[in-house]
């Protein structure tokens, strides 16, 4: 069957819908209706952050009192998502580094208010309030329970001292808006070294992360 068209009542008085007029073969002037998708979130801000240079550590973290970053939610009103975490690491210095370290990204809930060394994000809109989460390089004062592991990051190796691999990176980004780690009040997401790296390890490798946060009316 052909393109066909439903006849509207005439113009007159009530609400407008956005449309525009072509002609199409068959059914000759019709008004095309606009349809613009929309997420049932309310935005509050869109925030970025680099957390720093980290050192590949010789010996394993534990994601609960030692790692490299952690991101709580406290509110019970507005949610945070996890857009991206973006890594890539080199070498520090000529040293031969042999061990492939996981560095994992994992969901957490904690009691008590983070008061670690605070990182200040950067508000994609100078509009944003500051941010409800709260993003942080050291991990004291709340109690953290580890959850499940998402995402797990390969810094650079190097079984010789004198070879220099390329620098090696990794991204986490969901493809979409389902896919996104959502964290709740008292939720959050850390960032830690689980198996033990080399002796004297001087690799390096920074993280890029990024999150909205909203609200659901």
């Known amino acids: 069957m052909g393109a066909q068209k439903i006849i509207l009542p005439a113009d007159s008085v ?33 925030y970025r952050s680099h957390t720093g240079a980290h050192v590949v550590q010789a010996a394993a973290q534990n994601g609960t009192s030692t790692g490299f970053w952690w991101l709580y939610n406290t509110s019970a009103t507005v949610i945070c998502s996890l857009r991206r975490v973006q890594f890539a690491s080199q070498r520090g210095s000529a040293l031969a580094t042999p061990t492939s370290p996981r560095i994992v990204l994992q969901t957490f809930t904690f009691t008590g208010a983070p008061a670690g060394t605070a990182i200040v994000p950067a508000k994609t809109d100078s509009g944003f309030a500051a941010a409800t989460a709260s993003l942080r390089s050291t991990q004291v004062t709340s109690v953290v329970t580890l959850a499940q592991q998402f995402m797990a990051f390969l810094p650079i190796s190097d079984i010789s001292a004198t070879v220099t ?53």
């Open 165 to 217: 691999g390329n620098a090696t990176d990794g991204d986490w980004v969901p493809d979409t808006e389902d896919g996104e780690m959502l964290l709740r009040q008292n939720q959050g997401i850390a960032c830690w070294q689980a198996d033990a790296g080399s002796t004297s390890d001087t690799r390096r490798f920074v993280t890029n992360i990024a999150w909205s946060e909203f609200t659901i009316p």
């Open 14 to 46: 009530g609400k407008a819908i956005h449309t525009r007029e072509i002609t199409v073969a068959g059914p000759g002037v019709v008004q095309q209706q606009y349809v613009i998708p929309v997420s049932e979130r309310l935005n509050s801000g869109v």
